[in-house]
């Protein structure tokens, strides 16, 4: 018998040895001025540093084609009271491209934004709200954003990084949660009000599916246009909840319970003054709205 031909498997490599490689380049700038001495990480664990210069131009070295490139830019970005602060300002994942030089050009904006909370009875000012500023734009697109606390003027300032729209979320104990949308095209002459109701009870007990089966323990989420809830416990005997800081509208509810139970939804109305014997009917995936 004749033997079987080798196996041949050709491997292009560059002098190196990396293969393939292209390189990625830059330009930061904040509102159209260019941003020196930021840094560009590029690498998961213990990354490449390199820095922009004066123009707010970037350029690394060459990396393989072969797998993406965790890229992040960090850089000194305007504060509320005139200074700056070193931010993320990009984070993302990119494969460079064979022989060529891959753009990632940063253009940021800035708004400074003066908010102002008031009770929406009497007008007075709150202090001591916390304002937390959320949205989907950038770095401060994660849950959490940017938190400030309002003066004893009922005042806070922040900055807009860009033109997409947020969410300033004011939460404080008496009141109920109230939620403002904000973006460098609406906000008129700086100014952003958030006007504080007093809060209304909020408080009943669920009812699960006949077929769903709880592990350990329950919580309940609350959610509307604007409204941001905690997890809150439900107590796993008398399947009873109570929650704070609620206003009069229309919400839904969500319960988790474990893997087994998952997660399931229903919609209700607070009324004018609160409830507390409010009963939330779950259902099934797929058997409701």
């Not at 904040?30 to 560009?40: C, F, G, L, R, T």
């Not at 992040?72 to 009271?81: E, F, L, R, S």
């Not at 009497?122 to 916390?130: C, L, R, W």
């Not at 919400?251 to 209700?268: C, D, H, P, S, V």
Request: glycine share 10%.
């Amino acid at each position: 018998a004749q033997p079987e031909a080798p196996a041949i498997v050709d491997f292009e490599l560059s002098v190196d040895g990396q293969g393939p490689a292209g390189s990625f380049a830059g330009r930061i700038t904040v509102d159209d001025n260019p941003v020196s001495n930021a840094e560009v990480k590029v690498g998961r664990r213990d990354p490449d540093v390199y820095f922009t210069d004066a123009y707010g131009e970037f350029q690394t070295d060459d990396y393989p084609v072969m797998r993406s490139q965790r890229i992040v830019i960090m850089a000194d970005v305007p504060t509320a009271d005139g200074g700056t602060e070193r931010k993320e300002v990009f984070s993302n994942s990119r494969r460079p491209k064979q022989d060529e030089v891959s753009r990632i050009d940063v253009e940021l904006s800035y708004t400074t934004v003066l908010i102002q909370v008031v009770d929406s009875r009497t007008g007075a000012a709150v202090p001591d709200v916390e304002v937390r500023l959320t949205g989907n734009g950038g770095w401060r697109g994660r849950r959490g954003g940017d938190k400030m606390t309002t003066d004893s003027r009922g005042e806070a300032s922040t900055v807009l990084p860009d033109k997409k729209s947020y969410n300033l979320v004011a939460t404080t104990k008496d009141y109920a949660q109230a939620s403002v949308s904000v973006s460098a095209d609406t906000v008129k002459d700086g100014v952003v009000k958030i006007e504080l109701r007093m809060e209304v009870p909020c408080a009943g007990s669920v009812v699960l599916p006949q077929e769903a089966v709880a592990q350990g323990k329950m919580y309940l989420n609350i959610t509307a246009p604007g409204y941001e809830g905690d997890w809150t416990p439900i107590d796993a005997e008398e399947l009873t909840f109570e929650l704070a800081r609620m206003a009069p509208g229309d919400y839904e509810a969500q319960i988790w319970g474990g893997q087994q139970l998952g997660r399931l939804k229903t919609k209700f109305t607070l009324r004018e003054g609160g409830d507390t014997a409010l009963l939330l009917e779950f259902v099934a995936e797929g058997d409701g709205d």
